[in-house]
């Protein structure tokens, strides 16, 4: 049976849940790890950026998109002339899930089950924001959004979430895997371009 969950009537309230609540990703296997990691940015905010999940540094600070991938995230939106302080940028899945690897803390993607059992906060987080546009990272944000699996490179683009306009575009550590090179460079330039695209749907 569903658990009955409690209905925030504000952001505040929901982000208190959220912080209470025990992480409903497999694992950690080490204790005292993964703390919440909220959504960060002004309610009204025009534009919200979905990510997957806080990663090492975002599970350690507290804070989104503060790691590697957040800052090629930051200097992409600067470029693309976002404000980062003036878009609410948040993630799909609200815990850190990793393996331990000796002192090293490994990324794991979470399952199709995981994200839809976080979509519950998103949908009332993104609900209480109300942006114009919902920009996915990635395609467990993509998931998260429309239910099913996207292509983020092939479908990348303006995209019906149904209650949302939405904008699909690739995750920033993709970027990051990428061998430096031609082939990075160009897949940054077009991620930047993706993102004033988006800025241009808002304006
Ligand atoms: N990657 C994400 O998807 N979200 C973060 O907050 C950091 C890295």
Redesign the pocket.
């Known amino acids: 049976a569903a658990m009955a969950r409690q209905e925030p009537a504000t952001l505040a309230e929901l982000n208190r849940i959220i912080l209470a609540a025990e992480p409903m990703i497999s694992g950690p296997p080490v204790p005292g790890a993964a703390q919440a990691?909220l959504g960060e940015g002004p309610e009204g905010a025009a534009i919200a950026i979905v990510?997957?999940?806080?990663?090492d540094r975002?599970d350690v600070e507290g804070r989104?998109?503060?790691?590697p991938?957040?800052q090629l995230l930051t200097r992409a939106l600067e470029e693309a002339g976002i404000e980062r302080g003036a878009a609410y940028?948040t993630?799909a899945v609200k815990h850190f899930k990793f393996v331990a690897r000796g002192k090293r803390r490994l990324h794991q993607s979470p399952t199709a089950g995981e994200v839809k059992h976080y979509r519950w906060w998103l949908m009332r987080e993104l609900a209480f924001v109300r942006p114009r546009l919902v920009v996915t990272?990635?395609a467990t944000?993509a998931l998260a959004l429309t239910g099913r699996s996207v292509s983020v490179l092939r479908e990348r683009g303006p995209m019906d979430f149904g209650e949302w306009n939405g904008f699909v575009t690739v995750?920033?550590?993709y970027l990051l895997r990428l061998p430096a090179g031609e082939e990075a460079e160009r897949a940054y330039r077009d991620f930047v371009a993706d993102l004033r695209r988006a800025r241009e749907m808002v304006e």
């Open positions: 990691v990510g997957e999940q806080p990663g975002e989104p998109f503060v790691g991938a957040g940028l993630n990272l990635g944000a995750h920033p550590s």
